[in-house]
């Protein structure tokens, strides 16, 4: 800058460098507010990805695993049978071992699904960093 433009710039009614700085900000708001629109938008498309991974380990738990489960607890049960218990008792005993196998998968699954929907993974982080410079950038000019 030449020393007759810094001149020409001190100048300035007050007014006219307000609006300026006020043109500055809404502008740079603007610009804020676009970002932090398309960073929830990629943000909701991994939220949506998560539940869909819940989604299809239900579908594929209840259906494949449910028949395989089934086939386990016959196979325990034959087992306790031969081992001369009774054909009730070894069915009851062989579903409930069965069980317990079948709530821990369900609960991995569950905790994936959590995993990915957890509060840290929607943070807008790059939002957050630059409406901070922007904010600094403000404090600068007054």
Do not use: C
């Not at 949506?48 to 991974?53: A, K, S």
Request: glycine fraction near 12%; charge should be neutral; proline fraction near 1%.
């Amino acid at each position: 800058m030449n020393v007759h433009s810094e001149m020409h710039r001190e100048a300035r009614p007050l007014g006219d460098l307000i609006g300026g700085l006020a043109g500055d900000v809404s502008g740079l708001f603007r610009k804020e507010i676009e970002l932090a629109k398309a960073e929830a938008s990629e943000k909701f498309g991994s939220v949506l990805g998560g539940m869909e991974l819940l989604l299809a380990g239900a579908v594929i738990g209840i259906g494949a695993i449910g028949v395989l489960f089934a086939a386990i607890v016959s196979g325990i049960a034959a087992l306790f049978v031969r081992q001369g218990m009774g054909i009730t008792t070894a069915n009851a005993v062989a579903s409930l071992i069965v069980f317990v196998i079948a709530g821990l998968i369900a609960w991995a699954f569950v905790a994936r699904g959590r995993a990915a929907l957890s509060a840290s993974n929607l943070r807008m982080e790059r939002t957050a960093h630059t409406l901070a410079e922007d904010a600094a950038a403000v404090r600068e000019k007054f």
